[in-house]
């Protein structure tokens, strides 16, 4: 359908593309039709456009039709938002019940079935290969709560973020899944130390520090018992251990640090930030990115953190935000070209064709002021 250039309303916005002949784009369905655009056209003798769509101006309070229009295809849209989230947290929390299965059954009857681990992760690693935008605004979403057990929530959470870690490093696809049992289980030695050590909410005395620092060596200990990989088995052993020799248990220097381990290092540093503990308050995970991009004492391997940060941005995917349009807002996805800019969902809005309205950050234009606290979310 061809529309005369003089008579489009300026700012409209067209429910198809625009096009100037048969090849050549003008507007996508999102982007307005400005009185600019018409007077370029005009300047250079074009006189009218083809869409096979319809032109709106912005809708008012007494457009009716369109408001209703606007409110199904919104409505839509929400809900199918609604339905990844939800499925989402629906495979989350089937998740963590399966690690709470096998880890009571691993302290209560010594038992811990590789095979069923191993056939999980690969679900989880084709989850976050697919959806795994929606999966990390659960993790913000659903915190565990600090006065339960939380190593089994903490084992999950890291697993999720070593996971995303080793997308970005390109790790081979059968080593993913390698990456991801060595993750779920790194923590599995404190299975065998009461559990008032791990959730005191007290300092620990001189004896319980030192059953703290021994699990590393019980969790290797135990899944060499069960035929894991070695380097499973080493990733429990080494995931204290830190790249200037200050960690745990054998102080090793970054040159003999495994590579999992190195990845586990810092999505459990991450995880442990952003999330409440028995004994402190979560930090936003912006506060917990810039914490953990100061590498005070280059505790880190600079690549795993690099990757953390372009896989969740420096305000991570999840985090609600107070745009600098003073509208309210969530990090729905990254930047690739510069972490400091995500991509984010503006409450309230959408765009003509009924769409909730996202938007790419900048710092010229819309860009993020602060985190939001929980008491400032209004859903």
Known sequence: MSFLVKEIQPNSFFTKAVYLDNAFLITAPEMPFTEELAKTLEKWSFNSVLCDGEAHTQYTTNDSDLVQSQSSSSGLSQQLDADKLEKAEDFYVNFLMFVENIFIRATVSDELDSKAVMERIKDLVEYIREDRRFLMRVLREREPAPEKNYLAAHSVRSTILSIVIGSFLKIPNHRMIELGVAALLHEVGMLKLPSSIYLSQRPLNANEQKAIVSHPILGYTMLKSFDFPLPVCLAALEHHERENASGYPRRLTSDKIGLYSKII????????????????????????????????????????????????????????????????????????????????????????????????TSPDELYIIRPLHRSEIEL
Not at 310 to 316: A, G, Q, R
Not at 335 to 350: A, K, L, M, S, T
């Open 265 to 360: 290092a810092v999505a459990c540093s991450y995880e442990a930030l952003s999330s409440r503990r028995p004994h402190k308050e979560a930090k936003d995970g912006y506060t917990g990115m810039l914490e953990l991009l100061k590498n005070e004492g280059k505790r880190y391997d600079d690549t795993v953190i690099k990757a953390l940060v372009v896989s969740l941005s420096i305000y991570p995917i999840g985090l609600h935000v107070l745009l600098s349009n003073e509208k309210k807002g969530q990090v729905v996805d990254v930047n690739p070209d510069n972490p400091r800019f995500p991509i984010v969902q503006i409450f309230g809005e959408y765009t003509p064709d009924g769409k909730i309205k996202t938007a790419q």
